[in-house]
Every structure is written in structure tokens, then in C-alpha cells.
């Protein structure tokens, strides 16, 4: 079964850090680009970012707002893509989620069609 | 790149067809071809209905189609039904990699009377 599986939210003081895990399986990790995307409770979706896959260099983008405070890494060996969240601001209070692309044969939709979606975790800041 | 402007909702009857639009600018919607479009019910992840402007994913029911003309992209729904009531997202590719790689609409919820 073709499946992403948050961990590692909740609740920080402004400035502090987290780190979001995300447990990938059923599907070609390796090849895949991941991406995280945050939405506020009951507001729309943003992008958060994206890594590439190793034979990519694992090139990473980040959206503006986070740019220089969130981190996006990944382990091949144990199928895993993080989100290092450092200096953290009460706009970053959202449900984050980690993403994969759509894949039709060896075509993939990496950065504009996103198929596979975890659950989310909660990410709370505030004093 | 600010979101794209989607209606806040829209409502609509069983076995009617509704049309849900998308805003976007020169810079996203009106220069690729990679829009978008998500489903979301309350507590639920987003699921894809909807890529490349008009392609539907395996095993997304034919009632639901998307088109572009211009700057602007649309979802239309036909034979509405009562599990089609949720949140919908458009969303776009943008190429910047300097503000936002990807652009989503701020979402409308579907209402099904």
C-alpha cells in the first residue's frame, strides 16, 4: 500500500524548533521528489517545499516565508523525508503534510500534481 | 506570487452541474500547462481529481473535468452528488523558485442542497 505517515508536531514557544518526519512506503522512494505543503486551520494549502531525489543532487526550494528557517533533508537508507523547523513564528501554525507526486509510467508529476498525501501533523506555535 | 482567486463557494442540487474558477496571472496559470485541482473533506488530506489542466488521475470519476483558458482555470462538476460536497483547491506550477514553486487557490467549499 502506497503510504506517507507524519510525525513530530506540536506544540513550540516562537523561536524554538521542531523536526517533522515522514515515514514513506509502497512506492520507489528513491526516485521520488517530496514535497511539504502546511495549511492553517480552516484556510487554504501552501507549499512549503521540495526536495529532489539523490540522482537530483537532493536540490532543494523553498517558498519565500520559510526560506532560511525550514530545512528539507532525506534518508534513502530508512525511506524518510524531514522538516528541519528552526526560529518558528506563529504563522507557521498549520497541519503540515508531506507529498508525493503523480507517476504514470515513468512520467512524474513532481512538482505540480500531487497524488500521495500523509495524514498531516500539527504544528502549534504560541507562548 | 499571491494565491489564486478561487469563489469562497458555491452550492449547487443533486444531478446539477456546477463550475468552480480559478485566477490566476501570466505568471502561473496563463503560462503553464500544470494546474491543478484537489478535493478535501473536513479532517481529510487533499486528493488529486484533477492535473495537468484536464487529465484525471486513475479512478477519479468522470463528472469531474478542468479547463484553462487564459489566465484562469475551472473545475466542473456534473451529476453532482452528495459526497461531492467539500473543499476544492486549484493549485498551479510557477517556475519561480525565488517566492513560491507552487501557488494554491485559497479553496471553495462545495455545497450540495
Known amino acids: 500500500e502506497v503510504q506517507l505517515l507524519e510525525s513530530g508536531g506540536g506544540l513550540v514557544e516562537p523561536g524554538g524548533s521542531l523536526r517533522l518526519s515522514c515515514a514513506a512506503s509502497g512506492f520507489t522512494f528513491t526516485d521520488a521528489w517530496m514535497t511539504w505543503v502546511r495549511q492553517v486551520p480552516g484556510r487554504g494549502l501552501e507549499w512549503v517545499g521540495r526536495?529532489?531525489?539523490?540522482?537530483?543532487?537532493?536540490?532543494?526550494d523553498y517558498a519565500a516565508p520559510v526560506k532560511g528557517r525550514l530545512t528539507i533533508s532525506r534518508d534513502d537508507s530508512k525511506n524518510m523525508v524531514y522538516l528541519q523547523m528552526n526560529n518558528l513564528k506563529s504563522d507557521d501554525t498549520a497541519m503540515y503534510y508531506c507529498?508525493?507526486?503523480?507517476?504514470?509510467?515513468?512520467?512524474?508529476?513532481?512538482?505540480?500534481?500531487?497524488?500521495?498525501w500523509g495524514q498531516g501533523t500539527k504544528v502549534t506555535v504560541s507562548s | 506570487q499571491s494565491a489564486l482567486t478561487q469563489p469562497a463557494s458555491v452550492s449547487g442540487s443533486p444531478g446539477q452541474s456546477i463550475t468552480i474558477s480559478c485566477s490566476g496571472t501570466?505568471?502561473?496559470?496563463?503560462?503553464?500547462?500544470?494546474v491543478s485541482w484537489y478535493q478535501q473533506h473536513p479532517g481529510k488530506a487533499p486528493k488529486l481529481m484533477i492535473y495537468e489542466v484536464s487529465n484525471r488521475p486513475s479512478g477519479v470519476s468522470d463528472r469531474f473535468s478542468g479547463s484553462k483558458s487564459g489566465n484562469t482555470a475551472s473545475l466542473t462538476i456534473s451529476g453532482l452528488q452528495a459526497e461531492d460536497e467539500a473543499d476544492y483547491y486549484c493549485?498551479?506550477?510557477?517556475?519561480?523558485?525565488?517566492?513560491?514553486?507552487?501557488?494554491f487557490g485559497g479553496g471553495t467549499k462545495l455545497t450540495v442542497l
Open positions: 507529498t508525493a507526486g503523480l507517476c504514470i509510467g515513468t512520467a512524474c508529476h513532481w512538482d505540480d500534481a500531487f497524488e500521495i
Open positions: 493549485s498551479s506550477y510557477t517556475g519561480s523558485t525565488t517566492l513560491t514553486l507552487v501557488v
Open positions: 501570466s505568471s502561473d496559470i496563463g503560462r503553464y500547462k500544470y
Open positions: 526536495i529532489q531525489s539523490k540522482t537530483n543532487h537532493e536540490t532543494t
